[in-house]
């Protein structure tokens, strides 16, 4: 049966930053079939009130680790390797795949009521993180991190070839492509050529997209120039062939305007995590420039650890506030900037039809209560959905098509059940409480 959402503004994401009044969107299956200016006449499917709130497209987290909720400030106030590696990897040790599952549906459920209908995440103990957002409802590129620490390489041996290759097997193209599993580099400092090289030739094989982190710190940056006789991270691995399939690049806060050509030259999107770099002391991504190189820069949020929530409408005004104040200039990104990053540049950074209000577009799309008291008055709906939003505001959830959250209500998840497992089981397990 066909839906049609009305009396709703519809911020399109389109080209001509087109925001239509009065609007309507109409849904078939899992795409949009139809949209205008005025309710038609002699619909006959199910209809959906919006009460003159906006309509946005759902909006694209194009880099997660979302078990990590189970870590919500956790290690506080250390940078990157000393977080990572006194606070993060031992627990991480403890994890199994209950825990993960649980902790793994707290964080959908996070993402969800605020509007998030897409994610790229990266994490372990994948197939346990896939069967939760397989009941969530959401489509998601996952990946498993790959790690190499054993030299000489054997991928009949390295753990995380064996998992790729599960992984691809009995997960990639789920639910009519709504489920993808990306191959993965977790990055250049926790593996070697051999993983490069095989992940690189599995990805082209298989017609997977790749995930990877890149020069988030700069001792990351700096480190790898030393081993590599001054290459860089993203010469290095451009070199094993790991950009030569649809790539998406976390962080890039050091990259150079060398890495920035050749990441334009190889179609490598860039993931922006603001809140992630500037709460870990990492730095800020040169994201102007990267736009200006040529380079798709979508948003993510990073892993909860790190971030603290998974409200996009705060990353998303962070990544449009940050780069102007840097530059002491108010037009270094736009809202609309920062909006498209959000959406429609997360939607191509992953491959992915979604991120606009367009026929033939995946049914992804947002409402928001425009009678809530931080977007009253509306002078400019880019303006406030930019600078004003809150996760909060998000009064439904349309997922391909299908409705998974409504005023406060999720329809995919037992929150109450999560919460339980959360507390219960998954902190003792990971903390002792």
């Known amino acids: 049966m066909s839906t049609m959402i009305y009396n709703v503004t519809a911020v399109l994401m389109d080209p001509a930053h087109t925001v239509l009044p009065n609007a309507y969107v109409v849904v078939d299956g899992h795409q949009i079939v139809d949209f205008g200016a005025q309710r038609p006449q002699g619909f006959t499917g199910k209809c959906i009130d919006g009460k003159g709130g906006i309509l946005l497209p759902g909006l694209v987290n194009a880099h997660t680790h979302v078990p990590m909720t189970a870590m919500r400030g956790y290690g506080d106030g250390n940078n990157l390797q000393d977080w990572l590696h006194n606070f993060i990897f031992p627990v991480e040790a403890k994890w199994d795949d209950r825990a993960v599952r649980a902790c793994a549906a707290l964080g959908l459920a996070e993402m969800i009521a605020s509007g998030v209908t ?168 040169p994201v102007v420039d990267l736009k200006k190189a040529g380079v798709n820069v979508a948003l993510g949020t990073d892993g909860v650890s790190s971030n603290n929530c998974t409200d996009f409408f705060g990353d998303l005004k962070l990544a449009a506030i940050l780069q102007n104040g840097v530059r002491c200039d108010p037009l270094a990104l736009t809202a609309w900037d920062a909006l498209e990053m959000a959406t429609v540049n997360g939607g191509k950074a992953l491959g992915r039809k979604t991120g606009r209000i367009e026929k033939g577009y995946e049914a992804d799309l947002i409402l928001l209560d425009s009678e809530a008291l931080n977007l009253i008055p509306c002078h400019d709906a880019a303006n406030n959905l930019a600078y004003a939003a809150h996760g909060s505001n998000v009064v439904m959830n349309m997922a391909r098509g299908k409705v998974i959250y409504k005023n406060g209500e999720f329809l995919t998840i037992d929150i109450d059940r999560v919460k339980k497992e959360v507390a219960g089981y998954a902190l003792p397990l990971l903390f002792g409480r």
């Open 118 to 285: 897409c994610i790229a995440d990266m994490y372990m103990h994948t197939d346990a993180v896939l069967r939760e957002v397989e009941s969530a409802g959401i489509s998601a590129n996952v990946s498993c991190g790959g790690v190499q620490f054993e030299e000489p390489f054997d991928p009949d041996k390295n753990h995380d070839c064996a998992v790729q290759r599960a992984l691809t097997e009995q997960w990639h193209g789920r639910d009519d492509g709504r489920i993808r599993v990306d191959a993965s580099i977790h990055g250049e400092y926790t593996s070697h050529a051999g993983l490069w090289d095989w992940m690189a030739q599995y990805a082209a094989d298989h017609g997977l997209g790749m995930h990877v982190h890149l020069s988030e710190t700069q001792t990351e940056h700096e480190a790898c120039k030393s081993r590599h006789g001054g290459k860089t991270p993203a010469a290095v691995l451009a070199e094993h062939g790991v950009f030569d399939v649809r790539a998406i690049a976390a962080h890039c806060v050091w990259t150079t305007p060398e890495d920035w050509a050749l990441l334009a030259e190889k179609g490598v999107s860039a993931i922006h995590n603001p809140v992630s770099n500037l709460k870990l002391g990492s730095g800020v991504a």
